[in-house]
């Protein structure tokens, strides 16, 4: 799949054979269509997800959470990616245990007390992303993830910079840099970045 935030993207970037052959929708050609469809998934993905309470440590309800946010656009919906990716750090024959593991150190934390809330959730994200689960939508599902975790533990959701991170610019720069200090052991940047 082509990288939907490469530079100078405008959204009236085709499809290539391979996305059309996986989408729903038979009428999205564009990537700016695409992302329409996606984005009224999510919206209806995180009314299910709010109205009620849900086990977020729960690797059962992460695979709805992601069926339910793309299910309506892509058929890979909800199903772990089986080839390697540029983005993710984990071998797809990994992604089960790795996820069990992230889900049963995020309950640790929580019953410890380890770190703080915002500081779990944070990690939470982070982990979420660097196994990268999924063939695309990586990085919102974890967003709502971490959100519906804070929220489970009754804290706000993050402000996750406050601005759309799935558009180039400089908060989505911030929140990947963020992201690659996570991956050498430092927090301090992303916890930074989600309540800015």
Known sequence: MTDPLAP????????DEEEKEELVPS???LRSEMNEAEQA????AQEWA??????????????????????????????YRTTAKNIGNVDAFSIPGE???????CRYWIEQETFSHD???????HRLVFIHCYPNGNGRHARLAADLLLT????KPFT???????????TRARYVAALKAADAHDYGPLLAFVRS
């Open 160 to 170: 996750w910079g406050r601005a759309s991170l799935t558009n180039p610019g400089d």
């Open 152 to 155: 489970a533990m009754g804290q």
């Open 119 to 125: 500081e779990i959730a944070a990690r939470f994200h």
């Open 8 to 15: 100078g993207d405008d959204g009236s970037t085709p499809l």
């Open 50 to 79: 709010y109205a009620r309470k849900r086990n977020v440590l729960d690797e059962k309800f992460l695979k709805e959470l992601h069926k339910r946010m793309y299910g309506r656009v892509w058929r890979w919906a909800g199903a």
């Open 99 to 105: 996820l069990r593991t992230v889900l049963d150190d």
């Open 41 to 44: 998934n999510i919206l209806e």
């Open 27 to 29: 009428h999205v050609a």
